[in-house]
């Protein structure tokens, strides 16, 4: 139910400890719980319920409108929503900043990644695999490599639809 729109029997008071507005269930006056908000424990008061008058009785000659068996048979409420105007810290946390943006902000290298397949390097009658990897790592530099790990994988040739595996290296470096 929002706000104005409270069962005409609900008890609303505020925690003593936090102020967070709560609204139980009249027949749950007197009991002990511990508050949603803050998780103290609080005694829910025994005074009169507040909330919106009963509805008055329809003027006579007009049916009242008969309540569907489906919200007769609804469970029992005991507890709502808290409502709050203190503000509320975020449960999710702000995620820290990815390892490109840390890099840009300190002047330290990025760390890179390059794959390089073999199927990538061969040309009609040659094989140019082992050229293309030597120069891509003297490009980089020695000192800029972190690692060299050989890959295996599979793909499906287009001309001829059949499962073809092959390798490559997966290149970890500075830049």
Known sequence: MGRGERDFMDIVFNCP???TELEVEAEAAGESIDCPACGKP???PSG???????????????ASAAVPPSTAASPEKKFSVPVSSKPVEPLIQKALPSLK??????????????TLRHSDCREVG???FDEV???FL???GEENIISIT???YSYVEMGTQKLITDFGVAVVYRE
């Open 48 to 62: 009169p319920p507040t909330g919106v008058p009963p509805p008055k009785p329809p003027p006579a000659g007009v």
């Open 126 to 128: 040659k094989d140019r």
């Open 138 to 140: 003297s490009g980089v």
């Open 101 to 114: 943006a840390q890099a840009k902000g300190d002047g330290k290298k990025q760390i890179r990644i390059k």
């Open 17 to 19: 400890h936090c102020g």
């Open 133 to 135: 990897v030597s120069d």
């Open 150 to 152: 050989p890959i295996n």
């Open 42 to 44: 609080i005694q829910i």
